[in-house]
T-cell receptor
Framework: GAGVSQSPSNKVTEKGKDVELRCDPI?????LYWYRQSLGQGLEFLIY????????KSGLPSDRFSAERTGGSVSTLTIQRTQQEDSAVYLC????????????FGPGTRLTVL | GDSVTQMEGPVTLSEEAFLTINCTYT??????LFWYVQYPGEGLQLLLK?????DKGSNKGFEATYRKETTSFHLEKGSVQVSDSAVYFC?????????????FGQGTTLQVKP
């Protein structure tokens, strides 16, 4: 079956612009996670959704970052007023439900802020 | 907070050599432990997991045993192949957090030469 998909695969933007990154989880998966992979910080957790609610936003690095999920499916991560330090690969993962702890990852969106 | 420490790479081995990648963790509660692998140009894939002390996870010839007394989850393979060249990440979930979020080590790059 279809895996987790993310779009765009690459995004180049100018400092100060807003960007939106999209994640389509595996159908039927109720839990959705966003992570960031960067050279300096490794793989970091950003935010977790159970259904449409986000009980854990503890990893969002600043108030410029926000995310939403609609219909218990697609999620969008928005970064406002991008900075160069936001350059990273943004990964989305989904799992059947959070207690199974087995997450399936998408291919990621590579964000470059010039 | 919870954390994972894994040996720094890169690790370079000849084909058919024995592989060990060390991983230790700090966590409250009873976390589940994972090894994820990222092949060149591909997304993160779950390699193996263990959910309680003394469990052994195994897949594709790789093994790791959950050792609570030494808080370790070292990855081993008896005979590596060129196709095993990848970045390997040790991770945990379910320690102090009950959301299923993964906490990753820094990753270890493995290069296997023919």
């Amino acid at each position: 079956g279809a895996g987790v998909s993310q779009s765009p695969s690459n995004k180049v933007t100018e400092k100060g612009k807003d960007v939106e990154l999209r994640c389509d989880p595996i159908s039927g998966h109720t839990a959705l996670y966003w992570y960031r992979q960067s050279l300096g910080q490794g793989l970091e957790f950003l935010i977790y959704f159970q259904g449409n609610s986000a009980p854990d936003k503890s990893g969002l690095p600043s108030d410029r970052f926000s995310a939403e999920r609609t219909g218990g499916s697609v999620s969008t991560l928005t970064i406002q007023r991008t900075q160069q330090e936001d350059s990273a690969v943004y990964l989305c993962a989904s799992s059947l439900e959070f207690r199974t702890h087995e997450q399936f990852f998408g291919p990621g969106t590579r964000l470059t802020v010039l | 907070g919870d954390s994972v420490t894994q040996m720094e790479g890169p690790v370079t081995l000849s084909e058919e050599a024995f592989l060990t990648i060390n991983c230790t963790y700090t966590a409250t509660g009873y976390p589940s432990l994972f090894w994820y692998v990222q092949y060149p140009g591909e997304g993160l894939q779950l390699l193996l997991k263990a959910t309680k002390a003394d469990d052994k996870g195994s897949n594709k010839g790789f093994e790791a045993t959950y050792r609570k007394e030494t808080t370790s989850f070292h990855l081993e393979k008896g005979s590596v192949q060129v196709s095993d060249s990848a970045v390997y990440f040790c991770a945990l979930s379910g320690g102090s957090s009950n959301t299923g979020k993964l906490i990753f080590g820094q990753g270890t790059t493995l290069q296997v030469k023919p």
